[in-house]
């Protein structure tokens, strides 16, 4: 039988090229679209960006019937200049969201036809545990949270609506993970021992291998029971 496809939408770094790697371990054929190719042997770049709806339409078609879709494309709050809710801006709103949450509904509109002309699909999204919690502390971006509160949400969505076709629907959300993203944290002592002490179970950042595996495995037979749920993967972050 042939490998079963993958796509995954910000592939090129972090957690969507772990998740690259793990889903290519499992014997998946693996598509990244980013904006800008994927470092890993073995994985078919397409170059094109989540808030450009044609170009995605179009990079979404060219990989061909995809059995997985994973939307791992984003931005932090702070790189697009967003900040508390006292200081809206509304172009940092628009361009948080249009990237971290409408690049997912674009990505899984481009893909539903694909998807759930296969049983056994599967979407898996990338929240945040700062979308779960309402972020706090030193995360005052209230854009980003309000993008990865979204998708909670519109990952049930879409598991209600795939579920006949026997598309699953799934929702990550990593607490911090050592990546390009989260350089603030890496590069910032104080802000790193905050991270640590929230993350109790590891005392760490989390490395994107730790959300790669859990994505490649919603994607997965193994987890065909799986759908319409929000996973954390953040150390012990939401425990008191
Ligand atoms: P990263 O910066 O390493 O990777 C993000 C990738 O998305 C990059 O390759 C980038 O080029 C791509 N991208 C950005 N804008 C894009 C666009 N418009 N079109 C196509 N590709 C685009 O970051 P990461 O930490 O791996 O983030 C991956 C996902 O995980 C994001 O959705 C992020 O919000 C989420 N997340 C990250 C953390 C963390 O601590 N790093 C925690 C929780 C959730």
Redesign the pocket.
């Known amino acids: 039988m042939a490998e079963p496809q993958a796509l995954v939408?910000?592939g090129?770094?972090?957690?969507?090229a772990a998740t690259c790697a793990a889903l290519l371990a499992d014997g998946w054929m693996v598509t990244s679209?980013?904006?800008?190719p994927s470092p890993l042997t073995g994985v078919r770049s397409v170059i094109?960006?989540?808030?450009d709806e044609a170009g995605l339409r179009a990079a979404v078609a060219s990989a061909g019937p995809l059995r997985a879709l994973v939307c791992?494309?984003?931005?932090?709050g702070s790189s697009a200049g967003d900040g508390p809710v006292e200081a809206a801006d509304a172009a940092a709103f628009d361009a948080v969201l249009a990237?971290?949450l409408r690049?997912a509904f674009l990505a899984a509109g481009a893909a539903w036809a694909a998807l759930t002309a296969q049983p056994g699909a599967a979407i898996v999204t990338?929240?945040?545990?700062?979308g779960l919690t309402g972020g706090g502390g030193p995360f005052r971006s209230h854009a980003y949270v309000a993008a990865?509160g979204g998708l909670v949400s519109l990952t049930k969505a879409l598991a209600a609506a795939g579920a006949a076709s026997g598309l699953r629907a799934n929702c990550v959300a990593?607490?911090?993970?050592r990546?390009?993203?989260?350089r603030r944290v890496s590069e910032d002592p104080a802000l790193a021992e905050w991270v640590a002490a929230k993350q109790p179970l590891l005392g760490d950042?989390l490395e994107?291998d730790d959300v790669g595996a859990l994505i490649a495995f919603l994607c997965g037979p193994a987890a065909r029971a799986v759908t319409g749920q929000t996973i954390a993967v953040d150390a012990g972050w939401q425990l008191d």
């Open positions: 939408t910000g090129a770094s972090g957690i969507g679209l980013d904006l800008r094109a960006d989540v808030t791992s494309a984003g931005i932090s990237v971290n690049g990338v929240s945040s545990v700062l990865k990593p607490g911090l993970v990546t390009p993203l989260a950042l994107p």
